[in-house]
């Protein structure tokens, strides 16, 4: 069984501008899965959905952002749940415990009145009622040494600290706790190539001897290339892909993950790269049938009507496009396109 199973979610946001109602089709029906130990890389170009997928997968969902059907089941050291049935009390407790969340933009983590110690010991206290004052000391201290950080840090602003040092306090925070999910968005986005290294070091290191499970934000596929195992490949909504890194970077299938790979530059390769014509599609209004169809080179009649199904091409390898099955994708078109309110 794998760590998280994602079955049918679509999560989309309603909004009412002049009385009608607009359905921006975030995530729309994902079905997918999380292994024990591994780092998937979610990978696709701005408003994707990307982020919108991590809070849902955080149940971090708050209007206009809506859960319209399916699942987020959690198993590990014999614990089963879907985190989207939990009660507040409960969520509280497996967030950062179990499941943490390095967000986009380290200035959000903290409060920028309070020194960075403050937000340690509450998020300790919160899951460690009985420790007295010592033991989370040692806790924050211990930690922060062993991820090499100064413990100047605790007493400082968040102002105070260079981004690239805010953000592996932010980092630090996520895993005090020792979690067994981490989910990060976009977490060396806003660095400069230096600081990244120093970021990226920092997560390599917590997976390599922690041994936690990783779920990577990232619209830059040099980290990708540089951090994760496997990467799933988001497009206007939907995952079109996933597939060993290897694989994707040197044999990508769909034709969307074509584009977006071979649109990399390489190092004496002097050609103009070729990316995909035309723009991705608004949300609230996408495409009938595969939503990459319009941009696609290869687009068939059945790609206009139908949602290709996500199967396994090769084992481990999933890919959504007719070019690899007719299969359909089950409860195609069960939400409703947009309607009036
Ligand atoms: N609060 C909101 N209300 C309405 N639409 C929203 C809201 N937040 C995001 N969206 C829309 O949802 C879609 C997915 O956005 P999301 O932020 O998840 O994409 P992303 O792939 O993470 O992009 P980025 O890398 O730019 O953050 C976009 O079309 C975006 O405009």
Redesign the pocket.
């Known amino acids: 069984m794998s760590l998280l199973e994602i079955k049918d979610l679509s999560a989309y946001?309603i909004?009412h501008v002049f009385g009608v109602k607009r359905d921006?089709k975030?995530v729309d029906n994902l079905t997918f899965s999380v292994e024990e130990n591994e780092i998937l890389g979610l990978a696709?170009e701005?408003?994707?959905?990307?982020?919108?997928?991590l809070k849902v997968l955080l149940s971090m969902v708050k209007p206009?952002?809506k859960v319209l059907k399916g699942e987020v089941n959690y198993s590990y050291d014999s614990k089963n749940f879907n985190l989207l049935t939990l009660d507040e009390n409960r969520l509280r407790k497996v967030r950062w415990e179990d499941i943490s969340y390095i967000p986009?933009g380290s200035m959000s983590t903290f409060n920028p009145v309070r020194k960075i110690r403050k937000t340690f010991e509450d998020v300790i206290k919160t899951h460690k009622k009985n420790a007295d004052k010592e033991v989370y000391e040692k806790l924050m201290e211990e930690h922060l040494k062993y991820l090499g950080l100064p413990l100047e840090v605790l007493d400082s602003y968040p102002h105070q600290l260079s981004g690239g040092m805010r953000q592996r306090t932010t980092i630090a925070l996520a895993t005090i706790l020792e979690p067994k999910v981490i989910f990060a968005d976009?977490p060396t986005t806003a660095l400069d190539v230096v600081v990244q290294r120093g970021v990226i070091q920092m997560l390599k290191q917590l997976h390599r001897e922690h041994r936690n499970t990783m779920v990577m934000?990232t619209?830059d596929m040099a980290v990708h290339a540089n951090v994760v195992d496997r990467v799933a490949v988001?497009y206007a909504g939907k995952i079109v892909e996933i597939s060993k890194k290897e694989k994707l970077f040197t044999n990508p299938s769909h034709p969307y993950s074509n584009f977006l790979i071979n649109s990399l530059p390489k190092i004496g390769d002097r050609r103009q790269r070729a990316s995909a014509p035309g723009n991705p599609p608004s949300?609230a209004n996408p495409p009938e049938g595969c939503r990459f169809h319009p941009r696609c080179p290869y687009a068939k009649d059945i790609c206009k009507k139908h949602i290709p199904k996500l199967i396994e091409a090769e084992k481990g390898h999933y890919v959504a496009c007719f070019l690899f099955s007719d299969e359909v994708e089950e409860g195609e078109n069960v939400v409703q396109q947009t309607t009036r309110g």
Do not use: N
């Not at 701005?46 to 997928?53: D, I, N, Q, V």
């Open positions: 946001y909004t921006v975030a696709g701005s408003g994707c959905g990307k982020s919108t997928l206009p952002l986009q976009e934000v619209h988001m949300l």
